[in-house]
C-alpha cells in the first residue's frame, strides 16, 4: 500500500513539474524577429510600393504599423550590433560603426566582442531557445565572434555582409554555417533561409521553453558572386527567373530584379508564418518585420518619398518599414507616428518577459505599452553616427534627432538641420535662419560622440 501511494505521489510530482513548465512557456511570448536587408520604405506595398508584398502586407492588416521608426544605423553592421545589443554602435568595443568586410585581414577578429551582451544572451540565460537564421555580419572566421558565443544555441546561415545566393559563398569562399562548421548546401538562399526556419518552428511544438527567432534575410540585398577572369568577388543581383516574370511590369531592369528577389522573400515571410500558424504558436508570439536600413537606389532599391539612401543619414538611409504582430495583445490593422527604433526592442523584450536590465547599460526605451496600450512614447532624441563604407563611396556622418529637430553633418562637412515635423522629406535647410538651434545640436552632438565613445 505506501509503495503504490509513494508511486502516486513520485507521479503526481512529475506531473506537476511538466505541467508548471507548459504553463510557463505559454505565460511568456515567444519572439520571431524577421530582419529584412537594404529593403527600404518604397520597397514594401503596405508602405506605398509598387512591389507586391502581400505576405509583409498581410502583418500590417494583422498589427501595428509605424511611421516613425528609426534603424540603429544606415549601415549593415552597426545596425544589427544596436539591434541585438540594445546599444548605440557607437559604443561598440571594435567601433562597428561601418560594415565589416569578409575578405580584409583589417576586419579578421573585429565584431561583437565578449561582455557585448546580446538579447539573445538574456534570454537564453532565462531558459528560451534561441536561433539565428540567416545572415549575421557582427564577426566572421573566430568562434568567438559567432552567433553562437553571443547567445544563440543554434545557427544556421551565414557570416559576412552578402552571399551568393545560388553557391552560398562569398565570391568563392564557402559561408554557409551549421552552428561553428561551414557545409556546403545546395538551393536558393532565400529559401534555404526559410525552410531552417519552418525546420526550428517545427520543433518548437513539442519544446517546453519560450522562443526567441532571429530571422535574419539577406533579400533583397545583392548577392556576392565571383568573376573567373578578374578573379574577384562582385555584386550582381541573383534574381530566379520564375520571379522576374511575376514583376514584369517593372520597366527598370535592375529595379525589376530587386522586385523579384523581394518577392521571393515575401513568399519566405508568408511560409513561416504559416508554419507559425500550423504548430500552434502565433497567437503567443510576438511578431516583429523591419528592415536593417534603407535601399540603395544603385541596387534597385528605393526609399521615396524620403531623402536619401544607405550609408547617408537622411531619412532615407534610417527610417525604415517595421510592422508589429500580436494577437490579442496589438490591435490589428492600426498605426503610430511615436518616435521609435530598434534599439528599443532590447528593453521591450525584456520587460515583456519581466527580465531586470538594471546592470545593462541600455540607450533604448521600453515601449510594451505603446505597443499594448497605445500609450505615447515621449519625445525622444536619437544619435548616429557612421564610418566610411568604401563600396558605396560614402564617407563619415553624424545626425542628432532631438524632438522634430534633426541635424546631419555629412561626410564633406555640410551640415543641415531641418524641422521634420513641417519638413519631413528635408528639402528646406535652416541652418542659416535657425542659427541658435544649429549651434545648440551641435555642441550636443560633441557631447554625445565623446559621451559614447569606448
Avoid at 500500500?1 to 507548459?22: A, E, P, R, V
Avoid at 502586407?57 to 549593415?76: H, T, V, W
Avoid at 568577388?233 to 527598370?252: C, E, F, H, W
Wanted: with cysteine; proline share 4%; hydrophobic share 35%.
Amino acid at each position: 500500500m505506501q509503495h503504490t501511494l509513494n508511486q502516486i505521489c513520485l507521479g503526481l510530482f512529475f506531473f506537476l513539474i511538466f505541467f508548471s513548465d507548459h504553463v510557463q512557456a505559454a505565460e511568456r511570448p515567444n519572439f520571431l524577429i524577421i530582419f529584412t536587408d537594404d529593403q527600404g520604405l518604397n520597397d514594401v506595398g503596405c508602405y506605398g510600393s509598387e512591389i507586391p508584398t502581400p505576405n509583409i502586407d498581410q502583418l500590417a492588416k494583422e498589427g501595428l504599423l509605424f511611421r516613425q521608426y528609426y534603424s540603429a544605423s544606415s549601415i549593415c553592421t552597426p545596425s544589427r550590433f544596436g539591434l541585438l545589443t540594445g546599444r548605440n554602435p557607437s559604443r561598440s568595443q571594435d567601433r562597428l560603426l561601418g560594415a565589416l568586410m569578409f575578405m580584409s585581414q583589417l576586419d579578421k577578429n573585429r565584431g561583437i566582442q565578449p561582455g557585448e551582451t546580446t538579447i539573445a544572451e538574456v534570454l537564453q540565460q532565462n531558459d528560451y531557445q534561441t536561433a539565428l537564421i540567416g545572415k549575421w555580419h557582427l564577426g566572421h572566421g573566430n568562434k568567438t565572434l559567432l552567433p553562437t558565443s553571443h547567445g544563440f544555441d543554434l545557427f544556421r546561415g551565414h557570416t559576412g555582409g552578402c552571399i551568393d545566393y545560388f553557391t552560398m559563398t562569398y565570391g568563392n569562399i564557402p559561408d554557409w554555417y551549421h552552428n561553428q562548421h561551414t557545409v556546403s548546401e545546395n538551393g536558393y538562399a532565400t529559401d534555404l533561409i526559410t525552410e531552417e526556419a519552418e525546420h526550428f518552428l517545427k520543433g518548437q511544438q513539442i519544446a517546453k521553453k519560450p522562443f526567441f527567432l532571429f530571422l535574419s534575410y539577406n533579400a533583397p540585398h545583392f548577392g556576392k558572386g565571383w568573376s573567373p577572369g578578374d578573379q574577384s568577388a562582385i555584386n550582381i543581383m541573383q534574381a530566379r527567373g520564375s520571379d522576374l516574370k511575376r514583376v514584369g511590369n517593372i520597366k527598370d531592369k535592375v529595379r525589376r530584379e530587386f522586385a523579384a528577389m523581394t518577392v521571393a522573400l515575401d513568399d519566405g515571410i508568408g511560409r513561416v508564418m504559416t508554419a507559425l500558424k500550423n504548430n500552434g504558436l502565433d497567437q503567443n508570439t510576438l511578431v516583429i518585420f523591419m528592415t536593417d536600413h534603407g535601399g540603395t537606389y544603385v541596387y534597385g532599391g528605393s526609399n521615396q518619398p524620403f531623402r536619401g539612401a544607405k550609408a547617408s543619414l537622411f531619412e532615407g538611409g534610417i527610417r525604415v518599414p517595421c510592422i508589429m504582430r500580436w494577437p490579442g495583445k496589438i490591435q490589428a490593422a492600426t498605426e503610430t507616428n511615436e518616435v521609435t527604433w530598434a534599439l528599443d526592442l532590447f528593453p521591450t523584450i525584456c520587460q515583456l518577459v519581466n527580465v531586470d536590465t538594471g546592470g545593462l547599460l541600455l540607450d533604448g526605451q521600453d515601449i510594451s505599452s505603446l505597443l499594448t496600450k497605445q500609450t505615447p512614447v515621449g519625445t525622444r532624441e536619437l544619435f548616429w553616427q557612421l564610418g566610411p563604407h568604401k563600396e558605396l563611396k560614402r564617407g563619415r556622418w553624424t545626425a542628432l534627432r532631438q524632438a522634430d529637430w534633426k541635424y546631419i553633418q555629412n561626410e564633406g562637412g555640410e551640415e543641415f538641420l531641418f524641422d521634420l515635423k513641417a519638413d519631413p522629406y528635408e528639402k528646406q535647410n535652416r541652418v542659416t535662419d535657425k542659427p541658435g538651434k544649429l549651434k545648440e545640436l551641435q555642441k550636443h552632438r560633441d557631447e554625445l560622440v565623446n559621451e559614447l565613445s569606448p
